[in-house]
T-cell receptor
Framework: GESVGLHLPTLSVQEGDNSIINCAYS??????FIWYKQESGKGPQFIID?????DKRQGQRVTVLLNKTVKHLSLQIAATQPGDSAVYFC????????????FGTGTQLKVEL | DVKVTQSSRYLVKRTGEKVFLECVQD?????MFWYRQDPGLGLRLIYF???????EKGDIPEGYSVSREKKERFSLILESASTNQTSMYLC?????????????FGPGTRLTVT
């Protein structure tokens, strides 16, 4: 079956360090991959997307890497700050899948001072 | 800033009750969505609407219905609540012309059915 999963449920990093959050997917027919951030008590927030024909996309302090060979997606956060503490989850949009996304279960990022 | 509000943060209902979850967005967005979020499962789409009075089933519509009589309001209805509908319910919206996954989410309603 199709699945989007995460390698680690919890990631602890020191403030100022870089964070890398990973995601594995199994469906090769996805045209976009998306990252969301969900802070405690809040709804998810769109962070960044990457099209399947790209390997890398950079945003403000975040970089998405896509490795289609091994079906792996990662979110890198530079100079992690306390405000980055949240659950991060990936999602994939299937090509021609309409308005439906397949979401991962999330990784809890904890930033230690 | 776009604001998506949900009528309740926490709700406790009894099995068999009819439950209404309300969602309102203030940015004239065409598309609105209802998800449920359960531990270990990720978000799952229940229903979405791309216009007033229009609705489409998502991945798990069974046991739910929706109503969109006005553009800014999208209601999720549990006709007869059951314990397996205990969950966090999230509403989201996007404007037409934007990627639909660039969704603005409300804070969620945590529903407990006893």
């Amino acid at each position: 079956g199709e699945s989007v999963g995460l390698h680690l449920p919890t990631l602890s990093v020191q403030e100022g360090d870089n964070s890398i959050i990973n995601c594995a997917y199994s469906n090769s027919a996805s045209d976009y991959f998306i990252w969301y951030k969900q802070e405690s008590g809040k709804g998810p927030q769109f962070i960044i997307d990457i099209r399947s024909n790209m390997d890398k996309r950079q945003g403000q302090r975040v970089t998405v890497l896509l490795n289609k060979t091994v079906k792996h997606l990662s979110l890198q956060i530079a100079a992690t700050q306390p405000g980055d503490s949240a659950v991060y989850f990936c999602a994939e949009k299937l090509t021609g899948g309409g308005n439906k996304l397949t979401f991962g279960t999330g990784t809890q990022l904890k930033v230690e001072l | 800033d776009v604001k998506v509000t949900q009528s309740s943060r926490y709700l406790v209902k009894r099995t068999g009750e009819k439950v209404f979850l309300e969602c309102v967005q203030d940015m004239d967005h065409e598309n609105m969505f209802w998800y449920r979020q359960d531990p270990g499962l990720g978000l799952r789409l229940i229903y979405f609407s791309y216009d007033v009075k229009m609705k489409e089933k998502g991945d798990i519509p069974e046991g739910y219905s929706v109503s969109r009589e006005k553009k800014e309001r999208f209601s999720l209805i549990l006709e007869s609540a059951s314990t397996n509908q205990t969950s966090m319910y999230l509403c989201a919206s996007t404007p037409a012309g934007r990627a639909y996954y660039e969704q603005y989410f409300g804070p969620g309603t945590r529903l407990t059915v006893t």
